[in-house]
């Protein structure tokens, strides 16, 4: 199969530091020639699911901008310039929800829009999170702490409860590998 490739770029806008927009000229794999093409260039970021010892999830409730709607939401955030993924993500853990330690394991690293690019999506699972100290972050929505039975969190899935696909997916991976290496 062959691969894409990239022939030219232009900028069409730019709205540091959340995203550039550009406009490519591709080649697609059957050959063809394919233009505009958009693309879409964001920081990489990193979403958690973290555990607390006595089995529960550490979530936030926001109310995020695109899903219209208070959302069941997972600690994260954009990764720094040359920041580790893992540091992002015990640093957003931090500054959002005041938890941290315990033990951590990542469930992928994930294209957001396969065919636009988005960036990647980093996703961690972290087991036996404590509080280590206050949270730091100023996010806008002004977030709500919410400390859920970790066994809830299918029901929440099937509900709609998480309003953006990538906390549904960590969501939806942490568990299944909590379930897996705890075997609750």
Same mark, same amino acid.
């Given at each position: 199969?062959?691969?894409?490739?990239?022939?030219?770029?232009?900028?069409?806008?730019? #709205?540091?530091?959340?995203?550039?927009?550009?406009?490519?000229?591709?080649?697609?794999?059957?050959?063809?020639?394919?233009?505009?093409?958009?693309?879409? *260039?964001?920081?990489?970021?990193?979403? *958690?699911?973290?555990?607390?010892?006595?089995?529960?999830?550490?979530?936030?409730?926001?109310?995020?901008?695109?899903?219209?709607?208070?959302?069941?939401?997972?600690?994260?955030? #954009?990764?720094?310039?040359?920041?580790?993924?893992?540091?992002?993500?015990?640093?957003?853990?931090?500054?959002?929800?005041?938890?941290?330690?315990?033990?951590?394991?990542?469930?992928?690293?994930?294209?957001?829009?396969?065919?636009?690019? *988005?960036?990647?999506?980093?996703?961690?699972?972290?087991?036996?999170?404590?509080?280590?100290?206050?949270? *730091?972050?100023?996010?806008?929505?002004?977030?709500?702490?919410?400390?859920?039975?970790?066994?809830?969190?299918?029901?929440?899935?099937?509900?709609?409860?998480?309003?953006?696909?990538?906390?549904?997916?960590?969501?939806?991976?942490?568990?299944?590998?909590?379930?897996?290496?705890?075997?609750?």
């Amino acid at each position: 199969m062959n691969a894409w490739t990239t022939i030219a770029r232009q900028l069409v806008a730019e #709205f540091p530091p959340f995203c550039r927009i550009e406009s490519h000229r591709v080649i697609a794999p059957d050959g063809r020639t394919r233009e505009p093409w958009p693309w879409i *260039v964001t920081p990489d970021y990193v979403n *958690v699911l973290a555990v607390t010892a006595d089995d529960r999830a550490v979530l936030l409730r926001v109310n995020k901008y695109a899903v219209g709607r208070p959302s069941l939401a997972l600690p994260g955030g #954009f990764i720094e310039p040359e920041e580790p993924a893992d540091v992002a993500a015990r640093r957003e853990l931090r500054e959002e929800t005041g938890y941290g330690d315990g033990e951590w394991e990542s469930l992928g690293r994930y294209v957001v829009d396969a065919n636009r690019g *988005v960036g990647h999506a980093w996703l961690f699972l972290a087991i036996g999170v404590q509080p280590v100290g206050g949270v *730091v972050a100023d996010d806008i929505e002004s977030p709500q702490l919410v400390l859920l039975p970790v066994r809830e969190l299918p029901d929440c899935l099937r509900r709609g409860d998480f309003g953006v696909l990538a906390w549904a997916t960590c969501a939806a991976l942490g568990w299944q590998r909590w379930v897996q290496r705890t075997g609750r």
